[in-house]
């Protein structure tokens, strides 16, 4: 993952790239053509923040902090191909970002309309879903608000059952893979038709449990539903709609949030049983889920019951089992008329058969998730290239005249409308369309549409023609190894899916997955606590690097424990790591005595060493571990001096090192061998010098890993499948699955097939 430049690297930035480097150094040297490329996230709030604190113009303190970045990453020994760098800020970038953003505009993907948006007071801008935590800003903490304003949003939301389905096909963490699946929030119910007599007028409610709509005795609207002034103005109802305007999503939605609401005195009729149910409005149904509008079953769901309680309505239990009221869980129907005795979940589809036979309702599916709001009222982000003609209405700029260039301003303060505003030499243009005096969108582009296609920028860095060369990209793509924090589970991962599968649309891309395999890195801790500059306890790269040197910070950070956890910095640890690499330095003196034609221990310990290192890095990221087996490797060498395998030990323990510390392992190689460590290909261990008494054994069912066994060094093939079948976390997967085949590779996997 491209930084975001601020400041100075900190330690997160030294492990990803760390971690990165170690994987391109290995898969280099093991005969593939590697592509390991550097970028900068340059646009965003926190340069914009500073600019309007110190009057610098944003794109100085950026640029200022990606030089810092660069001599970092340099000075680090990070193996970029620098020929393709780029920050996302510079006009023959963003050039490309333009006109991505009017493909998708041509294809009725971006979209312009007038929405509720969430507002943040203190940053003066709106905020995606996605950037409001707990009601608040993702940034500065701020309580987000409400308002209605004209907003570009990105139709995700038509991707939403591919976004879903298409997780299958990627190697990510499952953890990540849950997060998305939550946000995208896929529900499959029924939409269920009320009809409120007085009125003349249909309510459909989205429901998850149809098999329960003989339990609804109430009927309750969302605050911000239209038609609830319609049925009730009360000064009362009124009160009611004002204060819950405030409130946030989280808040009015939460289970133990005290039941609000106000009775409308109006009717609905319940479609399977004739019965007329009393209306309200209470804030927590949300207007932005489903149509608005709910049937309540107090007996079989918590915010029902919660509100029945409160207010006096009757509870009718339809599903028996539990002892309890509510009883969310499954059972036999009751109260439910000819429905009576059936398991609830048949009752389910036979409900919704019913409901389509009488057209009162049928099938459907709801998604949490929501478009994408992309415009930002900012200055630093990427023009939104369309203008506004009186007569024309919205016109695209012509692909010949991008990137429309962001101007200068005097003011990067936001005011509620963006400070591009101002620039009225800017703003004011021709409409492309007829030719008379438009006005230019002053909106800008939230920063994630920048990072939302930076990785195919990557392979064609250079294109003046077009954002990238198919036949290019198609060749490189998808990324072998993404490589990044969990904070980005939901947002930039999504949104990358997304873009990807609507150029893939477009025809523009082969592929419908940007990240084929994804590492996310823990956190590391300093002295068992969680680094913060408010607590002043954070590591800064270059004062290690300065002190210790850069193979020696980039190795212990490696060092701690799985990159894939957390790990603990200490400032005692990197010293052990600094004596072990003297103590390989030194090594590069020894010379062996003997011709070395017999096999010593000293040889099997090299050979060990590679096989370990190979698997643990190659296969598994375990960096910990494989520094380790190397460390062991120097402290053999160190007992065994005048073995006649020494220097072959020395250069072999350089040459495992130097995907972690490559400046100390590339001399000392040199040293010992006169070769250049990063021209020679990845060792080999031989197996007949590997005197292992088990080997590990991969188990996938249907192609994909599930777990890695222990197998005797001596079992068979049926030995081995036999014990691939024990494994507890293979079962969880052949689980009623009907097995088709087995494939067994020996010595190496078995992949059960099934169906
Ligand atoms: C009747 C019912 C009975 C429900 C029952 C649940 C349990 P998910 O799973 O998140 O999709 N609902 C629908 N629209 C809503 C809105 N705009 N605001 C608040 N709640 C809403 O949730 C779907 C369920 O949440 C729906 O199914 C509906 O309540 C409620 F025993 O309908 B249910
Ligand atoms: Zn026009």
Same mark, same amino acid.
């Not at 029924?190 to 249909?202: K, N, S, W």
């Not at 038609?227 to 009360?234: A, E, F, G, Q, R």
């Not at 005795?341 to 389910?348: T, Y």
């Not at 190659?618 to 073995?643: C, K, P, Q, W, Y």
């Given at each position: ?111 312009? #309309?007038? /929405? ?7 940053? +003066? ?6 950037? =409001?935590?707990? *009601? !608040? ?105 004002? #204060?819950? /305007? ?7 939605? +939460? ?6 609401? =106000?009775?409308? *005195? !109006? ?489």
């Amino acid at each position: 993952m491209l930084p975001y430049p601020s400041g100075e690297p900190h330690i997160g930035h030294l492990k990803n790239y760390s971690i990165g480097d170690a994987i391109a150094h290995f898969h280099r040297r093991t005969g593939r053509r590697v592509l390991h490329p550097m970028g900068y996230d340059a646009f965003g709030l926190p340069a914009e923040n500073h600019a309007i604190k110190t009057g610098q113009h944003p794109r100085d303190s950026t640029e200022a902090s990606i030089a810092e970045f660069r001599s970092q990453f340099k000075r680090w020994g990070i193996s970029i191909d620098w020929d393709r760098e780029f920050g996302t800020h510079e006009p023959r970038y963003y050039r490309w970002t333009q006109w991505i953003f009017l493909r998708l505009f041509e294809k009725g993907l971006a979209y312009r #309309r007038d /929405a509720a948006v969430n507002w943040c007071p203190q940053d +003066a801008t709106v905020l995606a879903n996605e950037q =409001v935590i707990d *009601g !608040r800003c993702e940034r500065c903490g701020s309580q987000v608000e409400v308002r209605q304003l004209e907003q570009w949003f990105f139709r995700i939301t038509d991707y939403a059952d591919r976004l879903l389905d298409d997780l299958e096909t990627i190697d990510w963490p499952a953890h990540v893979v849950s997060m998305q699946e939550n946000w995208i929030g896929r529900s499959e119910g029924a939409e269920v038709v009320f009809r409120c007599e007085e009125f003349g007028i249909d309510y459909p409610v989205f429901t998850t449990r149809p098999d329960t709509l003989f339990g609804a005795t109430f009927f309750v609207l969302a605050p911000e539903h239209p038609d609830v002034l319609k049925l009730n103005d009360s000064q009362e109802v009124r009160d009611y709609i004002a #204060r819950a /305007a405030g409130a946030s999503a989280e808040e009015r939605g +939460a289970e133990d949030k005290e039941k609000t609401g =106000v009775s409308l *005195g !109006r009717t609905v009729t319940n479609p399977v049983n004739g019965e007329e149910l009393p209306m309200y409005v209470a804030d927590y149904v949300l207007m932005e889920y489903g149509t608005g509008a709910i049937m309540a079953v107090p007996a079989h769901d918590e915010r029902d019951h919660a509100f029945a309680g409160k207010f006096e309505l009757e509870i009718r239990r339809v599903i028996d089992g539990g002892e309890e009221l509510p009883y969310t869980g499954d059972g036999a129907m009751v109260n439910s008329g000819r429905f009576d005795g059936m398991h609830n979940r048949e009752a389910f589809d036979a409900i919704v058969a019913w409901l389509e036979s009488e057209v009162k309702g049928k099938p459907a599916i709801n998604y949490r998730l929501r478009d994408w709001l992309l415009s930002r009222q900012r200055y630093w982000g990427c023009p939104i290239p369309v203008v506004h003609c009186e007569t024309c209405g919205i016109v695209a700029v012509p692909d010949d005249q991008l990137p429309v260039e962001l101007p200068d301003v005097r003011d990067y303060a936001p005011k509620g409308k963006s400070p591009l505003a101002a620039a009225e030499d800017w703003v004011g243009t021709d409409c492309p369309s007829c030719g008379a005096p438009a006005r230019r969108e002053t909106d800008t582009m939230d920063t994630f549409v920048d990072s939302s296609w930076y990785f195919l920028r990557y392979c064609d860095a250079d294109n003046e023609e077009a954002p990238w060369d198919r036949a290019v990209v198609d060749g490189w793509m998808p990324v072998d190894q993404y490589i990044g924090g969990v904070e980005h589970a939901i947002l930039h991962l999504m949104y990358a899916r997304f873009f990807t599968k609507a150029l893939a649309d477009l025809g523009l891309l082969r592929f419908q997955e940007p990240f084929a395999r994804l590492f996310t890195q823990g956190m590391v801790t300093r002295d068992g606590a969680k680094m913060s500059k408010s607590k002043g306890n954070t590591v800064s790269p270059s004062d290690y690097v300065d002190r210790y040197g850069a193979d020696a910070a980039r190795s212990y950070i490696l060092f701690v424990g799985h990159p894939a956890e957390g790990g603990d910095w200490s400032d005692q640890g990197i010293t052990g790591i600094v004596n072990f690499f003297d103590r390989l330095y030194r090594a590069a003196d020894f010379v062996g005595d003997a011709d070395p034609a017999e096999p010593t221990d000293l040889l099997r310990k090299a050979h060990w060493a590679i096989d370990k290192v190979t698997r643990d890095l190659g296969e598994r990221f375990a960096t910990h571990t494989s520094i380790s087996a190397v460390m062991e490797l120097v402290n053999e060498i160190h007992r065994n001096r005048e073995d006649p395998h020494v220097s072959f030990a020395v250069a072999t323990a350089a040459s495992l090192l130097f995907p972690f510390a490559p400046h100390l392992s590339s001399e000392v190689y040199e040293r010992v061998s006169g070769e250049r460590v990063w021209e020679q290909p990845w060792p080999a261990a031989d197996p007949n010098l590997l005197t292992a008494e088990t080997f590990e054994l991969v188990v996938q069912v249907n192609g994909k890993v599930r777990d890695r066994i222990e197998v005797p060094a001596g079992a068979d093939r049926d030995e081995q499948e036999r014990l691939a079948r024990q494994s507890p976390k293979v079962e969880a997967h052949l689980n009623g699955g009907d097995l088709a085949r087995t494939v067994v590779v020996p010595g190496k996997l078995v992949n059960f097939v099934v169906r």
